[in-house]
């Protein structure tokens, strides 16, 4: 059921004869194949469960590719030392494509369609297999999130998949899902968007003496936006739990992900936090990807529920 392809790259799952009900009548897909683009974050327990289809980092003229090959570390350090602010590139439609061919169903999660063009390459090759006839069905969701929101909508999907829903009823519970979920986090480091110009060097100065953390939300639209501005860690770790209990509901039948950039002690206090205030049904711990990584700069969190 769970495998590598033959190259160690990346990650693919099938489960071959599932049924479902659709319209009161049963149907045979012969195969689900789900698949996220590297935005999302993971840990070692979904390791196989799906396959991830790398975007690109660029850091000065070296370039990294977001897979499970990725140096995490390195990445970091050739971020720190670079002049130049790191770039991002979206996987092609044909890195798309090629994962759809022969499939019979085929879900896929990408990172929102705001921070990246990912979403518009995986429907363009959407367009392309059915055109070809290259596989039956297949749905692209807009995660409208990035990082540990979109993995949680990935993992919504597989939860369905494994329930034996119909291909109708996965698509309209998880995007009904994506319209309901928050996520937060905060910037330990804001190097990286001073380095691309977004915020000024003077700024930086003052946010430095002054202990100042970023701590930002996802729009419903999808893009990522600026809630507040508080002084030091704790009171950021403070913040995203008081966000919590400000946004969130229904929480016994939820699962809280945590993101950490390199800072796992910072996120298991986050993690004791939140199971000592609230009754989730699960708390989830997952490792930074790369873009994640890119974009949130060493120690970073990032909660989604």
């Known amino acids: 059921m769970f495998g590598h392809n033959e190259d160690g790259t990346v990650f693919s799952w099938q489960k071959p004869s599932i049924y479902s009900k659709q319209?009161?009548?049963?149907?045979?897909?012969?195969?689900?194949?789900l698949i996220t683009d590297s935005a999302g974050d993971i840990n070692k327990d979904l390791c196989g469960k799906?396959?991830?289809?790398?975007?690109?980092?660029?850091?000065?003229?070296?370039?990294?590719?977001?897979?499970?090959?990725?140096?995490?570390?390195?990445?970091?350090?050739?971020?720190?030392?670079?002049?130049?602010?790191?770039?991002?590139?979206?996987?092609?439609?044909?890195?798309?494509?090629?994962?759809?061919?022969?499939?019979?169903?085929?879900?896929?999660?990408?990172?929102?369609?705001?921070?990246?063009?990912?979403?518009?390459?995986?429907?363009?090759?959407?367009?392309?297999?059915?055109?070809?006839?290259?596989?039956?069905?297949?749905?692209?969701f807009d995660s409208k999130n990035a990082t540990v929101g979109q993995t949680l909508v990935t993992l919504k999907v597989l939860e369905l998949i494994e329930e034996k829903r119909a291909e109708t009823e996965i698509v309209e519970e998880v995007n009904d899902y994506i319209e309901n979920l928050n996520t937060y986090g905060f910037l330990e480091s804001i190097d990286n968007l001073v380095k691309s110009g977004r915020v000024s060097k003077m700024m930086a100065?003052?946010?430095?003496?002054?202990?100042?953390?970023?701590?930002?939300?996802r729009s419903p639209e999808g893009t990522i936006d600026l809630v507040e501005k508080v002084r030091g860690t704790?009171?950021?770790?403070?913040?995203?739990?008081?966000?919590?209990?400000?946004?969130?509901?229904?929480?016994?039948?939820k699962i809280c992900g945590i993101a950490h950039i390199n800072c796992f002690e910072k996120a298991q206090q986050l993690y004791d936090k939140i199971r000592e205030r609230f009754n989730f049904k699960d708390v989830i711990i997952f490792d930074g990807s790369g873009i994640t990584t890119v974009y949130g700069n060493e120690g970073g969190l990032v909660i989604a529920f």
């Open 205 to 217: 100065r003052l946010g430095s003496a002054l202990n100042i953390r970023l701590v930002f939300g």
């Open 234 to 253: 704790k009171r950021a770790m403070q913040k995203l739990v008081d966000l919590i209990a400000e946004t969130g509901s229904n929480l016994e039948k």
């Open 23 to 33: 319209k009161g009548r049963r149907i045979r897909l012969k195969h689900v194949k």
């Open 50 to 140: 799906f396959t991830r289809v790398p975007l690109a980092i660029r850091v000065g003229d070296r370039e990294f590719v977001d897979d499970e090959e990725l140096d995490l570390k390195e990445l970091l350090r050739a971020m720190k030392e670079s002049t130049e602010a790191p770039k991002t590139a979206s996987p092609s439609p044909w890195d798309f494509l090629r994962e759809y061919t022969g499939e019979d169903c085929v879900f896929v999660v990408t990172i929102s369609s705001q921070l990246s063009g990912s979403y518009a390459n995986a429907v363009l090759a959407a367009e392309m297999a059915r055109k070809k006839k290259l596989t039956r069905f297949v749905h692209v």
